[in-house]
């Protein structure tokens, strides 16, 4: 049962690196998602897709970018990395209507 | 716009105690669904409940019970007897109703730390 998987679980960066957080869901899930998590904050939602080839803002998209070339896949990419990105970063999956959101074990990323 | 609050940032409690976690919601929304996740030390988000707004029913699942009531906009979590594995971040959350592009976004609230000690 591998659910939401999410590569790597840790990475340091410096300032104006650019890399790419792998997830991958094998739920066949339509709709993905991707949070951050900053410190004693909860969950803010960077980009959703709602299945392969659409993908859409959510409420702090700068500095990232998304695709969703297949449903199982929902890579997030930073450019430039910046200090503000410092942060933990989930991805999840869930398959609609009313069921729940199920997330993978998170990334922690650090900029330096 | 959607809001949850968790007026909460910590509580301690010695094993053995019950303890009530408070979840406050704004939504202009008349269909909507609550949960609660769990986050233990570990980091991973672990979903609970799921309780939509239409059904107001409290629900108890072993030392786990939800009240949820529409005229206070809350959706408080207690757990009974608590015990140290509880120990955790527990995050209220809500979502829209899946209508078209919404597609049931989660708004979370800032959690509440919960320590059990021994």
């Known amino acids: 049962n591998a659910g939401v998987t999410q590569t790597p679980k840790f990475r340091i960066l410096k300032i104006g690196q650019s890399m790419t957080l792998q997830c991958t869901q094998d739920m066949n899930h339509n709709y993905m998602y991707w949070y951050r998590q900053d410190p004693g904050m909860g969950l803010k939602l960077i980009y959703y897709s709602v299945g392969a080839g659409i993908t859409d803002k959510g409420e702090v998209p700068n500095g990232y970018n998304v695709s969703r070339s297949t449903t199982e896949d929902f890579p997030l990419r930073l450019e430039l990395a910046a200090p503000s990105q410092t942060s933990v970063y989930f991805c999840?999956?869930?398959?609609?209507?009313?069921?729940?959101?199920?997330f993978g074990d998170g990334t922690r990323l650090s900029i330096l | 716009a959607q809001k949850v609050t968790q007026a909460q940032t910590e509580i301690s409690v010695v094993e053995k105690e019950d303890v009530t976690l408070d979840c406050v919601y704004e939504t202009r929304d008349t269909t909507y669904y609550l949960f609660w996740y769990k986050q233990p030390p570990s980091g991973e988000l672990v979903f609970l409940i799921r309780r939509n707004s239409f059904d107001e029913q409290n629900e108890i699942s072993g030392r786990y019970s939800w009240n949820f009531q529409k005229s206070t906009s809350s959706f408080n979590f207690t757990i009974t007897a608590s015990q140290v594995v509880d120990s955790a971040v527990y995050f209220c959350a809500l979502s829209e109703a899946d209508r078209g592009s919404t597609l049931g976004r989660l708004y979370f609230g800032r959690g509440t730390q919960l320590t059990v000690w021994p």
């Open positions: 999840a999956s869930r398959v609609g209507g009313v069921q729940p959101q199920h």
